[in-house]
């Protein structure tokens, strides 16, 4: 069965001793059905000739801006609208951290910058280079823009030490690939919903009760959904964060107004995730006009806002699924199972304040994804967008049982 049939995938090599498993990875990806191009730094062709690239790949390598001998442009624009994906392996230090800042000083780096496919690195470097703050902090940044990176093994490196950075396994990698058109499928047809952001509750017309959410964890996985060929409807508290492409966005700005949005669509839906930081309280009385300081102490009344997930749950059908998120400070585990059952929730995934690196308006999570039958998976400290990848798979392998 050929998984890649169809499917157009650029190779860029960078240059390192791994290059000369690129050779591999292009012979496997044809192999497997795909027509791949290939694009190589200029360094790179110390380490693997294009002969051999351009042999394995049945195509002509591109390495230079332009072809001196006749003045033909190599497009990097029609490169990628061709790419389907974009994978670059080997991806020297040298080469990610232009690809985290912009610079665009060769072809494999003007053609990435010009994707709009998913982009895939392999990394490949010594253990020192792969553990230095720089490079991780690139990692960071890459991660955060969506190109997947395929974590190198520990391993023997061509220095002779022993450590994390040697590029992975030509077939690990195409099968890496593989799955990220598997995923593109995954939800095609499925619908589904998902609040983000935070709620604000007007005391007057300049005042509100709130908090400090973001809406990146949402939006990470409307975006997530999306790709996996989900139709997102998104209820979205107050952000400045851009829309997802391919998602339906409806802006809501008080904790009613979410309520409202999602019982609205609730029922249409195959699959709602429940993110918003919904207040939990709103004022039982707004003010129409702006209030006065005074000396005297200001009293504001709260009442209880709706639980829209526990309202919801009530009405949930057999073939919905619904994923709550509970942020704890203490006691956590408990508390999230607790509210598991008492929302009817088939998962919930929980993050604590007492993590570091993680908060309101962080980049990064760390999560624990608690099931409906007693299941508990704890991932460690990811950017969002990975993590939202991580909670989807959960969401697809529960849809699936």
């Keep these: 069965m050929y998984m ?61 801006f332009y072809n001196p001998e006749n003045g033909d442009w190599n497009n990097h624009v029609s490169l ?12 020297t230090a040298n080469t990610l951290a232009k690809m985290a800042h912009g610079i665009a000083d060769n072809l494999l780096l003007t053609t990435y ?19 230095h703050p720089a490079t991780q902090n690139n990692l960071q940044t890459l991660q955060k823009r969506g190109v997947h990176i395929i974590e190198p093994p520990a391993g023997e490196l061509a220095s002779g030490l022993e450590g994390k950075g040697r590029m992975e396994e030509p077939e690990r990698i195409a099968a890496f690939i593989e799955q990220l058109f598997v995923k593109k499928k995954s939800l095609a047809g499925k619908t589904v919903l998902v609040t983000a952001g935070p709620t604000y509750e007007a005391i007057d017309p300049v005042r509100f009760i709130g908090n400090h959410s973001s809406g990146k964890m949402g939006y ?19 952000t400045s964060l851009p829309v997802p492409k391919g998602v339906e966005l409806v802006r809501v700005t008080a904790a ?25 309280y ?30 919801v749950g009530k009405q949930k059908r057999k073939n919905q699924l619904t994923v709550g998120f509970a942020l704890e400070t203490g006691d956590e585990l408990t508390n999230a199972q607790k509210k598991l059952q008492t929302k009817n929730l088939d998962m919930i995934v ?26 508990i998976a704890t991932c460690p400290l990811l950017p969002k967008q990975k993590v939202a990848e991580i909670i989807i798979d959960a969401v697809v392998d529960a849809m699936m049982c």
């Design 4 to 64: 890649l049939k169809g499917k157009h995938i650029l190779v860029g090599v960078s240059g390192g001793i791994a290059a000369y498993k690129a050779a591999a990875l292009v012979r496997a990806l044809v192999k497997d059905g795909a027509e791949v191009r290939v694009v190589m730094t200029p360094m790179a062709k110390h380490f693997i000739t294009s002969l051999t690239m351009a042999t394995v790949s049945k195509h002509p390598v591109l390495a230079e």
């Design 80 to 91: 990628s609208l061709w790419a389907d994906a974009y994978v670059v392996a080997p991806a």
């Design 113 to 131: 910058l010009s994707m709009r496919c998913p982009v895939i690195a392999a990394p490949a470097m010594d253990m020192d280079m792969w553990n």
């Design 220 to 238: 990470a996985l409307a975006e997530s959904l999306a790709n996996c060929g989900a139709q997102v409807l998104l209820i979205s508290g107050p």
């Design 256 to 280: 009613a107004e979410m309520h409202a949005a999602v019982t609205e669509h609730f029922a249409s839906v195959d699959v709602a995730i429940f993110c918003a930081a919904v207040a939990d």
């Design 282 to 311: 709103t004022p039982e009385k707004k003010s129409t006009h702006k209030i006065k300081r005074e000396k005297e102490p200001l009293l504001i009344a709260l009442k209880p806002t709706v639980d829209i997930a526990a309202a």
């Design 350 to 375: 929980l993050n604590s304040l007492n993590d570091e690196g993680m908060g309101f308006g962080s980049d990064t999570n760390k999560i624990t994804i608690i099931k409906k039958d007693g299941a």
